[in-house]
């Protein structure tokens, strides 16, 4: 019986330098060899210890056991061959609950941009994919949750990222990762540049920069819409409650849904499985 590939622990001493030369602040980080789920560690840390997870701290693991994405469903890859992990961040006591659905949309981007300076095409799906190639991949899949303690909201933003995969890895055939699409970096590496640009994201959202603005109308907001590959794409929606919508994805709305003009008119979607019909 061949042995089991060897892979390398994520180097926190590595992930601080990098993030550091990105000009992000010192802040915790654990990465433990595995957890079930980032999400779930690092919302229960926030909860006892709201003071201790500053924004942007990093909560990851090695091997994530339980990991979910959306609707509950299950994502699991080899131990060190996907960059799993999640970071904090306070939600501005002004900010209203449209204004949270840009929350997702932005790491996407950022998580995108990263995978662009490694040398993998990367775009954005709405609502919380990120995709790879020209076959358009899933590379990275996103999950918020809202945590309130100690009178605050707060945002565990999740993500995973394939990164060293190979084709019997992969968890589902419409997936992909930096390896397979011929890009070049290290988790640790990765994840900084991740962090640093969702930190300059969320900024721009919620942030002096936003100069007092909804999220949804931001100059941040702007280009984030400008990065949707969702958008102006024939697109089959399976909703929540089990319908299809199919239509033209025509944009997003202020609070971050997705406006798809169907047979019946336009309808402003807020959860629901995007298929990019030309991909189907």
Known sequence: MPAEPMTSRFDVDAYAAAAAARGLAPAPIEFPAACPSTNDALAAALEADPAGWPD????????????RGRLGRTWTVPPGAAL?????VAIPAGAAPTDLGWIPLAAGLAVSRALRAAGVEALVKWPNDVLAGPREKKICGILVRVVEAAGRRFAVIGMGVNVSLSE???PVERATSVALEGGATGREDLAAAIVAGLAAVLGELFGPAAGGRRAGASAAAQRIRDAIATVGRQVRVELPDGTVLTGRATGLDDGGDLIVAGADGERRISAGDVVHASLA
């Open 168 to 170: 019997a890895d992969l």
């Open 84 to 88: 799993t992990f999640s970071v904090p």
């Open 56 to 67: 942007f701290s990093v909560y990851g693991a090695d091997h994530q056991t339980s990991g």
